[in-house]
């Protein structure tokens, strides 16, 4: 008789306890608790400011809590913070590059400081960079820094990769092109701890989301169960000018959940059919038929996951 594997609990290869970090009056981090596991994409998401980057320096062993305990990869970081650097790649938001140097010469240059690294020839492949690679580094374009910046986190074959808002600035085929990588490193097990205030990447690459504002975490789960828990409607949204007051929108059929930005409004509806055609009697019995624009029906998002929990955009 076949008796049934008991399937393994995945491993934790992050642990955060009560983390703490203060600059002056402004609490950046808020006495915040998570776990990440081994070959994930775990992804923070806010806006900026939301204390995403103190969190990932902390855990990186860059900056110093005020309180709390960080253990990666069975390693306390507060006490073996160089054990922990060979064992994991960051990115910093902000990278500071050497400016005169080509990029090979630092790839080359920062494979030297761990004991196991990347054929440089390879990383340049995985972030399309061969073309560049004997352009001094303060010849580079936005984008091709930020995907040197990456590759530099890379080049150590690292067990956890940091990437801090890792998109930013990368024009729309450069952004898909890094996220293709970030999905292969899952597909091979890798770990990933991504920070980011676009949405869109967050649903596409993360397994978890830790949704952070104001320094507290607010939300964690899966994008899908984030979206579920919060809603069960679809979302419709247009402009009009004047936005109808908050109180007749909540009036119509089938509307649950209402936000207005300006001339901008987001109804979460039940009943789709029924709301559309409130919304179109109103704009023709209020005469500004005209004024109705960009009106369309979406499926709920982390975008409107934030909307609802926080009363404002992620970039606001």
Avoid at 70 to 93: E, N, Y
Avoid at 130 to 147: P, T, W, Y
Avoid at 273 to 287: D, H
């Amino acid at each position: 008789m076949m008796t049934k594997t008991k399937k393994e609990s995945p491993s934790m290869v992050i642990n955060v306890e009560h983390l703490v970090k203060s600059y002056g009056d402004i609490k950046a981090v808020n006495d915040i608790s998570f776990q990440v596991y081994k070959g994930e994409t775990f992804g923070m998401l806010g806006p900026n400011g939301a204390g995403k980057t103190t969190t990932v320096e902390i855990i990186e062993g860059l900056r110093r809590a005020d309180s709390g305990r960080i253990s990666v990869l069975d390693m306390d970081v507060a006490k073996v913070p160089t054990k922990v650097k060979q064992r994991i790649g960051i990115q910093l938001q902000a990278p500071s590059l050497l400016p005169l140097v080509t990029v090979q010469e630092i790839l080359v240059l920062f494979g030297s400081f761990y004991e196991h690294s990347l054929p440089v020839d390879d990383v340049l492949k995985l972030l399309a960079l061969e073309e560049s690679h004997k352009v001094l580094v303060k010849n580079l374009s936005g984008g091709q820094q930020q995907r040197l910046s990456v590759a530099m986190a890379l080049i150590n074959v690292p067990d956890i990769a940091f990437l801090d808002e890792p998109t930013t600035g990368l024009d729309p085929q450069a952004r898909h092109s890094l996220w293709t990588v970030i999905e292969n490193m899952r597909d091979e097990g890798k770990t990933v701890f991504l920070t980011t205030h676009y949405m869109d990447e967050a649903e596409r690459l993360c397994d978890r989301v830790a949704v952070i504002d104001h320094g507290n975490i607010i939300a964690m789960g899966s994008p899908r169960e984030l979206i579920n828990e919060h809603f069960n409607e679809s979302a419709i949204q247009f402009e009009l000018d004047p936005a109808p007051p908050e109180v007749v929108l909540k009036s119509f059929p089938g509307a649950k959940e209402v936000m207005v930005n300006n001339n901008e409004v987001i109804m979460y509806s039940e009943n789709i059919p029924v709301t559309m055609s409130a919304i179109l009697k109103y704009a023709e019995k209020a005469n500004i038929t005209d004024q109705l624009k960009d009106l369309y029906v979406r499926e709920a998002t982390l975008e409107d996951v934030f909307l609802k929990l926080t009363g404002r955009k992620i970039r606001e």
